[in-house]
């Protein structure tokens, strides 16, 4: 298989590739933490998109059981049809198979061609959840009790879990998987991303936004810093509303609280904390 490289719309750094390919050679989940907003669902999709497979994805809540995963069994809707039914329904009814409904593993498990697939937000999902897919994403088999039948993969799922570290993951778990953390992207790469989503951005309005930008993300004691589509949200602004390259600092270089903060800067500690550092500033001059 064709090693992955990034692509036009994503920015890989050199880690980040190996890491990928390291899971596609080990044919291990690759498991993938890092701050909200880094790219990690858009890797699954980048990779999909550039190994050229289908991309089955699976968003985890905090309700969702790991056997949704690989099927369910709709006995109410079969109940109904049993009281219902006529003649042809009754045929329906008697073939407990028309009542299982296949979950995303299981498609995965029995596509034609080999394929990638996204466990989005593992970390959302009740701790049982990771240990419950142990076998299944081990053996990359499981077993179907209502029809007696095993369901195998025909070929190994190339498969993605992200994780924003609001729960750790079994040992057992992670043993299995190939581990990778998207850093944040320093100065450099975080041009390249720009470049990416903004052809066409002026070059000094990009220059004071990143600096305006890694001011705010710099200050310390902030509840939430801004990520990667925070920047990129905030950019998009800043050129529908044409604000000119002064708004983002002052004559004499100092620090301003800048333009459409709201982008960048989610409550209101965080608002006032950016606040009073600028009112420092000026005060020191
Ligand atoms: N390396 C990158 N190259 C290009 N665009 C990127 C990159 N990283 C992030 N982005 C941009 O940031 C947006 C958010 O990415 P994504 O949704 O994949 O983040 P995430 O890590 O899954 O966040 P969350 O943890 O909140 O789900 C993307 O839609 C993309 O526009
Ligand atoms: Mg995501």
């Known amino acids: 298989m064709t090693p992955f490289q990034g692509s036009a719309q994503y920015v890989a750094t050199p880690d980040l590739m190996l890491a990928v390919n390291a899971a596609v050679t080990l ?16 890797l699954a999709e980048e990779v999909a998109t550039a190994l050229q497979m289908p991309l089955l994805q699976w968003h985890i809540k905090s309700t969702t ?16 049809d049993s009281q219902l039914a006529g003649a042809d329904g009754a045929e329906r009814v008697k073939d407990i198979r028309n009542y299982i409904v296949q979950g995303v593993l299981w498609q995965a498990f029995t596509a034609e061609q080999p394929v990638a697939l996204l466990i989005d937000e593992i970390d959302k999902a009740d701790i ?18 209502e029809t007696r039948e095993t369901i195998r993969a025909r ?12 729960k ?11 581990f990778h953390y998207i850093k944040f992207p320093d100065a450099q790469t975080m041009q390249a991303i720009v470049d990416v989503h903004f052809p066409d951005l002026k070059k000094e309005l990009l220059a004071a936004a990143l600096k305006s930008f890694y001011d705010v993300r710099n200050l310390p004691g902030l509840k939430k810093k801004p990520s990667t589509s925070e920047l990129l949200d905030w950019l998009k602004l800043l050129v529908a509303e044409d604000i000119p390259v002064s708004a983002l600092h002052s004559a004499d270089d100092k620090v301003v609280v800048p333009p459409l903060v709201g982008a960048l800067l989610k409550n209101e500690q965080d608002v006032s904390l950016f606040e009073k550092l600028v009112f420092m500033q000026r005060q020191n001059r």
């Open 155 to 166: 070929h190994r799922p190339l498969v993605f879990i992200t994780s924003n570290n609001e």
């Open 27 to 42: 044919q291990r989940p690759l498991l993938v933490k890092g701050e909200p907003g880094t790219g990690k669902t858009m």
């Open 65 to 80: 059981k790991a056997q949704q995963g690989l099927y369910e069994y709709d006995a109410v809707s079969r109940l109904r």
């Open 168 to 178: 750790d993951l079994p040992d057992a778990f992670l043993r299995r998987c190939f």
């Open 128 to 145: 049982e959840f990771p240990n419950d897919l142990l076998r299944e994403l081990d053996r990359m088999e499981f077993h179907v009790y």
